[in-house]
């Protein structure tokens, strides 16, 4: 079934109790919802980390059942010579197959309190068929000031493909097209009445936290509580 049909399926109910993180590279979704999942005892779901795994393979498995090659495109085809609007445009077009699997990963889950799935693939255009309010979710982007932090602090986000024959170009095409597909995330929640949190590095992450656990209160349980 696809994920904008208005019935959806959801064996466990896990889906529609779900509290959903989207929005744009380098914000600082993966870890608020890690301190989410501590402070509240929730699950989180990273779907980067299944997107670069075991997506990956169904990747592999579509193109073979489509007949299409099943190597992975040229480097340079991809991050070099191409434009960040067409690799944004690329992106997007990818996004419903991707959220598919990222949906089938959540219905094996069961927990007992939410579960909060976080990753930029979470397009809010995606997710709002499936959720009973808009406070489900949030969606969270860089401002360009701390996105250049992030460049600067975190080794993975300035890491570009080492195959490329230009990786400064290569860098460059990437971030345009982070900043494309990030302002489209926006452009989408705005549309759907999703709140946009810019997150512009002033305040640290236990405090972003607060602000996305405010957002999310009335789904949330009580904070776990540590003590003698």
């Given at each position: 079934?696809?994920?904008?049909?208005?019935?959806?399926w959801d064996p466990f109910g896990t889906l529609r109790s779900a509290l959903w993180i989207g929005g744009g590279q380098w914000?600082?979704?993966?870890?608020?919802?890690?301190?989410?999942?501590?402070?509240?005892?929730l699950t989180a779901y990273h779907y980067?980390?299944?997107?670069?795994?075991?997506?990956?393979?169904?990747?592999?498995?579509?193109?073979?059942?489509?007949?299409?090659?099943?190597?992975?495109?040229?480097p340079d085809g991809v991050w070099v010579n191409t434009s960040p609007q067409e690799m944004a445009?690329?992106?997007?077009a990818?996004?419903?197959?991707?959220?598919?699997?990222?949906?089938?990963?959540?219905?094996?889950?069961v927990s007992g309190r939410p579960i909060v799935a976080e990753g930029w693939g979470l397009r809010p255009e995606l997710v709002a068929p499936i959720i009973d309010s808009p406070r489900r979710m949030i969606v969270m982007v860089p401002s360009e000031e701390f996105r250049e932090r992030q460049l600067r602090e975190l080794p993975r986000a300035a890491a570009v493909t080492p195959?490329?024959?230009?990786?400064?170009?290569?860098?460059?095409?990437?971030?345009a097209r982070d900043r494309l597909v990030a302002d489209e995330a926006a452009r989408s929640a705005g549309r759907l009445g999703i709140r946009v949190l810019e997150v512009d590095g002033l305040d640290d992450a236990e405090a972003v936290a607060?602000?996305?656990?405010?957002?999310?209160?009335?789904?949330?349980?009580?904070p776990n509580v540590c003590g003698p």
């Open positions: 079934m696809n994920a904008t049909d208005s019935e959806v914000a600082g979704k993966s870890t608020v919802a890690r301190l989410l999942a501590i402070r509240y005892g980067d980390y299944h997107d670069a795994r075991a997506h990956h393979d169904r990747r592999i498995a579509r193109r073979v059942r489509r007949g299409e090659p099943t190597a992975d495109p040229d445009e690329e992106t997007l990818g996004f419903p197959t991707r959220f598919e699997w990222a949906l089938d990963d959540l219905r094996g889950l195959a490329v024959s230009d990786p400064d170009r290569a860098q460059r095409n990437r971030l607060d602000i996305v656990a405010d957002h999310f209160s009335s789904y949330l349980p009580l």
